[in-house]
């Protein structure tokens, strides 16, 4: 059975900080990964997909790199903004199903 | 393109009562699914559609949940009767894998909550 875990549980920044999210997965057998933003009292916003055969996917300010041998994901965030504050999900794709883990809850403070 | 569709947005209902959700996903989008999100947690899948056949079923309570995809687009889960357990966000998404697979997208939700 997959299992996601996230870390941080949490993060508080100052605006301008280069961050590091991390996604662990414990089944290395997936078919893609993605990177989702979600709002307080909103849906998902897709921000990065992986498929299995990549290392990396850019968008902007955002890097989503991909180690699946190791059952790793890292969501790099440059120069934060306030705008960025949200929770941040990553999902691994396993047999047509995305296994979310508890995210990572981000405040960037001007 | 309008994403996924869900309605409605907000519902709030006393325990025993039923209620049912409603899901418009992406045109040409054949995999459908629901998604329920307790406060605090990642989306836990509900059931999964493959046009109209639901292919996982797996983790819906059977006992009180429904799901039906009439002709393969529209979808709809019903709680019947609700619980206050039940409140919860329910999320729909729909996907189209394969060549040129562009990941799942997720509606806005619909926020339940059982009094």
């Known amino acids: 059975k997959q299992e996601v875990t996230q870390i941080p549980a949490a993060l508080s920044v100052p605006e301008g900080e280069n961050l590091v999210l991390n996604c662990s997965f414990t089944?290395?057998?997936?078919?893609?990964l993605q990177w989702f933003r979600q709002d307080p009292g909103k849906g998902l916003t897709s921000l990065l997909l992986?498929?299995?055969?990549?290392r990396e996917q850019t968008s902007g300010r955002l890097n989503a790199s991909l180690d699946k041998s190791s059952g790793r994901s890292t969501l790099y965030i440059a120069a934060s903004q306030p705008g960025d504050s949200a929770t941040y999900l990553c999902?691994?794709?396993?047999?047509?199903?995305?296994?979310f883990g508890t995210g990572t809850r981000l405040q960037v403070f001007p | 393109e309008a994403g996924v569709v869900q309605s409605p947005r907000y519902k709030i209902i006393e325990k025993k009562q039923p209620v049912a959700f409603w899901c418009n996903p992406i045109s040409g989008h054949n995999t459908l699914y629901w998604y329920r999100q307790n406060l605090g947690q990642g989306p836990e899948l509900l059931i999964r559609y493959e046009n109209e056949e639901a292919v996982d079923d797996s983790q819906l309570p059977k006992d009180r949940f429904s799901a039906e995809r009439l002709k393969g687009v529209d979808s709809t889960l019903k709680i019947q009767p609700a619980e206050l357990g039940d409140s919860a966000v329910y999320l729909c998404?729909?996907?189209?894998?394969?060549?040129?697979?562009?990941?799942?997208?997720f509606g806005s939700g619909t926020r339940l909550t059982v009094v």
């Open positions: 999902a691994p794709d396993n047999t047509d199903k995305l296994i």
């Open positions: 992986i498929q299995s055969s990549q």
């Open positions: 089944d290395s057998a997936i078919y893609n």
């Open positions: 998404a729909s996907s189209s894998p394969g060549q040129g697979d562009y990941g799942y997208t």
